[in-house]
Antibody, heavy 120, light 108 residues
């Protein structure tokens, strides 16, 4: 079974750093892209970026470029999303998802989501 | 950047058919994918490549795409279909994924 398992919920203060993870199993991790998607409270899905696990080729949404860093460690089939200085507006659920094919693909399956709460 | 527009809400009586639209400039030339998200859960793919269904998704779910509008159709709607539905494409011009704003399906 193809599965993505994300790290647990986080509560942080503004200005703190954070790195959340997404571990894949049941498929060849290095043969697919992994995407990150933000969902703010009560809002829709926003694409943040994707990474190709084999060579770490990364694409960012302009809305998130420079705000977050996406990385991957193929030796442990894990992708990461990190912030160097969190803001209250980063409070959201963050999903990772396998992306099937550059140029026309879709996201499937999705991780269970990681709730990040940033509050003083 | 490419924009996908969905109606915020669609309501349908039980047993009837729901049509959820996704509008975009010449969207018919792109591959459109649809996701269902129930409260407190992660999104689930229900349609890919405009009209293909992943294994495990009921035949009641179908899709079409032409011109400037893609449509997700859910026939014989039941209470279990109440959810938010999102369309998604890959914009090759910007090399970005794009999601529609989402449509809340309410079963009356």
């Amino acid at each position: 079974e193809v599965q993505l398992v994300q790290s647990g919920p986080e509560v942080k203060k503004p200005g703190e750093s954070l790195k959340i993870s997404c571990t894949g199993s049941g498929y060849s991790f290095t043969s697919h892209w992994i995407g990150w998607v933000r969902q703010m409270p009560g809002k829709g899905l926003e694409w943040m970026g994707i990474i190709y696990a084999d060579d770490s080729d990364t694409r960012y949404s302009p809305s998130f470029q420079g705000q977050v860093t996406i990385s991957a460690d193929k030796s442990i089939s894990t992708a990461y999303l990190q912030w160097s200085s969190l803001k209250a507006s980063d409070t959201a659920i963050y999903y990772c998802a396998r992306f099937t094919s550059m140029g026309k693909g879709w996201f499937d399956p999705w991780g269970q989501g990681t709730l990040v709460t940033v509050s003083s | 950047s490419y924009v996908l527009t969905q109606p915020p809400s669609v309501s349908v009586a039980p047993g009837k058919t729901a049509n959820i639209t996704c509008a975009g400039n010449n969207i018919g030339s792109k591959s459109v994918h649809w996701y269902q998200q129930k409260p407190g859960q992660a999104p689930v793919l229900v349609i890919y490549y405009d009209s293909d269904r992943p294994s495990g998704i009921p035949e009641r779910f179908s899709g079409s795409n032409s011109g400037n509008t893609a449509t997700l159709t859910i026939s014989r709607v039941g209470a279990g279909d109440e959810a938010d539905y999102y369309c998604q494409v890959w914009d090759t011009r910007s090399d970005h994924a794009v999601f529609g704003g989402g449509t809340k399906l309410t079963v009356l």
